[in-house]
């Protein structure tokens, strides 16, 4: 059976985003580097580096399954407290500092811990995971220093009620970062990126995860995200300040911000 992004009535959305990425979790890492040639990570440093992690603070990275952007955040904040304690101690370096990784998926959250664990992590109090809907976050209002998106929002069955939760759970002075697959617009590039995504990426997911139809998912729903200014303007409107974005390798990626005030 195939399906088209089309047919998929909102309330199969969640489901279908579900099995998709139980059906990918195992595969995760290796499809991720073979897909974007290993940028996936450059593009999560980038995020990281918008967002100027500090030791202390409260974070929730959400749709974070595999931890990518969480152990980014940790490092961040581990190597610039040694730098500035001139010392090799390990101990307490994370200090209160809270990092919060949520995910609807459990199985996204189980490769995650295990990840957590091979980088020696698993005893860190800092690192907490915990299984939620960006829709519906289970953290109070005005809680969060930062908020961290990768990848993840263009899976949310109503995008403007994850951006609603984004903002409630925010402090005042808290960060919005968004990174997603966005929109090339530049000719030639443009064409050569569709037949990449259209024809490259279902056949590798075929062959590398035995699973054609997930990839092909995955494709369709780039195609349907808003484009770079409709989403600012959605970011706007749920209440945000200062609303930005920035193109990376022209447009396959973008990250957007804004603050709350
Ligand atoms: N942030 C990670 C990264 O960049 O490698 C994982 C991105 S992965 C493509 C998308 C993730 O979004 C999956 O782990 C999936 O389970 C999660 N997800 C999908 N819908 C969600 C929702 N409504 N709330 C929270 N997480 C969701």
């Given at each position: ?97 809270q ?74 002075g ?12 530049v ?66 990626v973008?990250i ?6």
């Amino acid at each position: 059976t195939s399906f088209g992004y089309q047919e998929v009535r909102e309330e199969e959305k969640s489901q279908l985003v579900g099995n998709v990425f139980t059906s990918v979790a195992s595969n995760y890492d290796l499809m991720n580097d073979l897909m974007s040639a290993g940028l996936h990570r450059l593009w999560k440093d980038r995020l990281v580096s918008k967002l100027n992690p500090f030791p202390g603070m409260k974070h929730l990275d959400v749709a974070g399954g595999t931890g990518d952007v969480a152990f980014r955040i940790i490092d961040t904040i581990n190597n610039e407290k040694r730098q500035a304690l001139q010392d090799s101690f390990e101990d307490n370096l994370l200090e209160d500092t809270q990092i919060y990784v949520c995910d609807i998926n459990p199985n996204m959250l189980n490769v995650g811990k295990k990840r957590a664990e091979e980088r020696g992590l698993s005893e860190v109090r800092s690192l907490v995971w915990v299984e939620g809907d960006a829709e519906a976050l289970n953290f109070e209002d005005n809680s969060m220093d930062g908020y961290t998106i990768a990848f993840g929002i263009r899976n949310v069955t109503h995008i403007e009620k994850a951006l609603a939760e984004a903002h409630r759970v925010l402090k005042r002075g808290g960060r919005f970062l968004c990174l997603e697959l966005s929109h090339v617009d530049v000719p030639i590039f443009k064409e050569l990126y569709d037949m990449y995504s259209f024809s490259v990426i279902p056949a590798v997911g075929d062959i590398v995860a035995g699973d054609r139809e997930s990839y092909q998912y995955l494709v369709e729903s780039i195609r349907h995200f808003p484009q770079q200014e409709k989403f600012a303007s959605m970011i706007d409107d749920a209440g945000f300040q200062k609303v930005q974005y920035e193109n990376l390798v022209g447009g396959v990626v973008a990250i957007h911000s804004g603050l709350k005030f």
